[in-house]
């Protein structure tokens, strides 16, 4: 190696290229990619809006309701079953509007019908739970109706059968303030602590033959309901089954007809 090629070794060695070398062209660094804006939330919706109003029937007078009946369906039943009794009790009440809500939860294994709570192993204690948690639903609900069509509870009255009327009992007795008057139709009362400080009215209807619930439920619960103070009125009907009979709607009727004169 001769002394001359030094120089170039070692440039070559610190990584420079000969000073004789054309500089490297660098490209411009690309521009950073823009930003999306960031999304609109969209306007909040009123609650109102987002809740389907319940199945109802009337007024059959065509004029605007002055009052309002829940009818509460059996276990295995739906709302649409209750719509023959609701038109039938109509007849005293043309300016009331009828609700006919589906219980939330489906009847395992059949298809359209509804429960407010399960039945398989019930005992009191699981009763008791399911009643309290089928009402705290129900009552948003229909606190709801009511002030749409701008009436109080004191226009409210919930009609009940079978697995419905332990519902409808456990609501006169509880809500606050209070309804102005329940119907239990082959029910039972499944809750009589704490109640409320002016208990709804009730009506306990019920046959001697029904071997679904045995009458001497209503007899339980018209014996609890006079030590808590409430109005109460019965029909006991002989020979009758677990079913709504004829002079059960009737008295309905007449009971619904005079909370509101």
Same mark, same amino acid.
């Given at each position: 190696?001769?002394l001359? %090629?030094?120089? $170039? ?10 000073s004789?070398?054309?500089?490297i ?8 990619p %823009?930003?999306?804006?960031a999304?609109? *939330?969209? +306007? ?7 809740? *389907? ?5 009337g ?7 002055? !009052? ?16 023959d009794?609701? #038109?039938?009790?109509?007849?005293d ?7 006919l ?7 395992p294994?059949?298809?359209?019908? =509804? ?22 639903? $129900? ?7 009511? #002030? ?5 509870r004191? =226009? ?20 606050? +303030? ?9 029910? =039972? ?19 001697? !033959?029904d ?7 209503a007899?339980?619960?018209l014996?609890? $309901?006079?030590? $808590?103070?409430?109005?109460?009125e019965?029909?006991?009907?002989p020979?009758v ?6 002079q059960?709607? *009737? !008295?309905a009727?007449?009971?619904?007809? =005079?909370?509101?004169?």
């Amino acid at each position: 190696m001769t002394l001359r %090629a030094l120089p $170039l070794l070692a440039s070559l060695a610190l990584g420079c290229t000969p000073s004789s070398a054309p500089p490297i062209a660098r490209a411009a660094p690309a521009p950073e990619p %823009a930003l999306p804006a960031a999304p609109v *939330a969209p +306007p909040p919706v009123a609650p109102s809006s987002t809740v *389907a109003p319940m199945p109802s029937l009337g007024p059959v007078s065509g004029r605007p309701p002055s !009052s309002v009946v829940v009818m509460l369906h059996g276990y295995g039943a739906n709302g649409a079953d209750l719509r023959d009794v609701a #038109q039938t009790l109509a007849r005293d009440l043309p300016d009331t509007v009828f609700l006919l809500p589906d219980a939330p939860e489906p009847m395992p294994g059949a298809p359209g019908a =509804r429960q407010w709570f399960a039945l398989a192993g019930s005992d009191d204690s699981l009763r008791r739970e399911g009643v309290r948690r089928a009402v705290t639903g $129900l009552v948003p609900a229909v606190d709801r109706e009511l #002030q749409a069509r701008a009436l109080p509870r004191s =226009r409210l009255a919930f009609v009940g059968f079978s697995q419905g009327a332990m519902l409808a009992l456990d609501l006169g007795l509880h809500m606050t +303030p209070p309804p102005a008057g329940v119907v239990s139709l082959s029910g =039972r009362l499944v809750h009589d602590t704490a109640p409320s400080p002016s208990p709804a009215p009730a009506l306990i209807v019920h046959g001697t !033959s029904d071997a679904r619930i045995p009458v001497s439920e209503a007899h339980h619960a018209l014996s609890a $309901l006079a030590r $808590l103070h409430v109005r109460t009125e019965s029909l006991i009907l002989p020979g009758v089954g677990h079913t709504i009979a004829p002079q059960a709607m *009737a !008295s309905a009727g007449s009971f619904l007809h =005079r909370l509101w004169p």
